[in-house]
């Protein structure tokens, strides 16, 4: 949705870049705030499918609303990309250019999530996310609280996908299948669950992994005989199949071997480095 309100809102009425970042993120909570109180009646496994089912809705109005998407073919997405003056857009300098926005704005809310999460309302999501049960006998309005959590997660997506949507300059229903949804899963559980840090971390993980798995089959020889490159290599599995296999291999690792994911090791890694130096 977030790519989708830059194309029109950026592009077809040429509104600067605040306002339809702005118009991304209002997007994305409006829809998460009702959607949150249909998922509140739901549980586990349940709400499991309720999530699963919102991704092939999404797919289906994308693929059939053709005036905004493009339907099935997609479109071009190109919004004013220039912000006090600095042109994003420029082909030649537009990966550093969005590295300069992109990285300080993913900082702003990850210090402003921890912020939220030191405060009254973070420490009762927190008591909502370790025992509700507990929490609604406190006193906490749980319904209230999930759905400001739905808002204010569908807020961030919404938002991430304008910014996204313009980079690539492109987007396709294709894009949005639940393979990314498994790819965000994969994210949190490598960077750790309920971790502000462990999000980043695990995000960068992921979506480091094909490069890197790329590049180590580039290096090795006669991976070809295992691996194919391209379709009818004869390889026994394909690149983007062994990617597959390895998110689902971390996920695995991870839940059985470290639960709360790359953050806690570092931390304690941080740690033992810390009283190593203290008592050296």
């Known amino acids: 949705m977030g790519a989708y309100c830059a194309a029109v809102v950026g592009g077809d009425w040429g509104l600067p870049l605040p306002v339809w970042l702005a118009a991304c993120a209002l997007l994305g909570g409006a829809?998460?705030?009702?959607?949150?109180?249909?998922?509140?009646?739901?549980?586990?496994?349940?709400?499991?499918?309720?999530?699963i089912?919102?991704?092939?809705?999404?797919?289906?109005?994308?693929?059939?609303?053709?005036?905004?998407?493009?339907?099935?073919?997609?479109?071009?997405i190109t919004p004013?990309?220039?912000?006090?003056?600095?042109?994003?857009?420029?082909?030649?300098?537009?990966?550093?250019?969005?590295?300069?926005?992109?990285?300080?704005?993913?900082?702003v809310v990850g210090l402003g999530l921890v912020n939220i999460l030191r405060s009254r309302p973070g420490r009762a999501l927190q008591a909502i996310r370790d025992?509700?049960?507990?929490?609604?006998?406190?006193?906490?309005?749980?319904?209230?609280?999930k759905v400001a959590a739905f808002a204010m997660s569908s807020m961030l997506a919404a938002f991430s996908g304008g910014l996204y949507g313009a980079y690539v300059g492109f987007?396709?229903?294709?894009?949005?299948?639940?393979?990314?949804?498994?790819?965000?899963l994969a994210m949190i559980i490598v960077g750790g669950v309920g971790?502000?840090?462990?999000?980043?971390?695990?995000?960068?993980?992921?979506?480091?992994?094909?490069?890197?798995?790329?590049?180590?089959?580039?290096?090795?020889?006669?991976?070809?005989?295992?691996?194919?490159?391209?379709p009818g290599d004869g390889g026994l599995i394909s690149v983007f199949a062994l990617i597959q296999v390895l998110f689902g291999v971390l996920i695995v690792i991870f839940l059985t071997v470290a639960p709360r994911g790359l953050s806690a090791?570092?931390?304690?890694?941080?740690?033992?480095l810390e009283q190593r130096v203290r008592g050296s």
């Not at 693929?63 to 339907?71: A, L, P």
């Not at 025992?131 to 609280?145: K, Q, S």
């Not at 229903?173 to 498994?182: D, G, K, M, N, Q």
Request: no cysteine.
């Open 195 to 230: 971790s502000v840090l462990g999000s980043i971390v695990g995000a960068a993980v992921i979506i480091s992994l094909p490069h890197a798995t790329q590049a180590i089959l580039g290096v090795i020889p006669n991976t070809g005989r295992i691996v194919s490159q391209m």
């Open 265 to 272: 090791l570092l931390g304690g890694l941080w740690r033992r």
């Open 80 to 107: 004013t990309l220039a912000i006090l003056g600095w042109d994003m857009g420029d082909p030649t300098l537009k990966d550093r250019r969005f590295a300069w926005v992109v990285w300080p704005m993913v900082a």
């Open 31 to 51: 829809v998460g705030a009702a959607t949150g109180p249909f998922a509140l009646r739901l549980r586990g496994n349940y709400l499991v499918m309720v999530t």
């Open 131 to 145: 025992r509700d049960l507990t929490a609604e006998v406190l006193g906490i309005d749980i319904p209230r609280y």
């Open 171 to 184: 987007a396709s229903p294709a894009e949005w299948t639940l393979v990314l949804s498994i790819q965000y």
């Open 53 to 76: 089912a919102l991704v092939f809705i999404g797919l289906h109005i994308f693929n059939n609303w053709s005036s905004v998407t493009g339907g099935v073919g997609g479109r071009a």
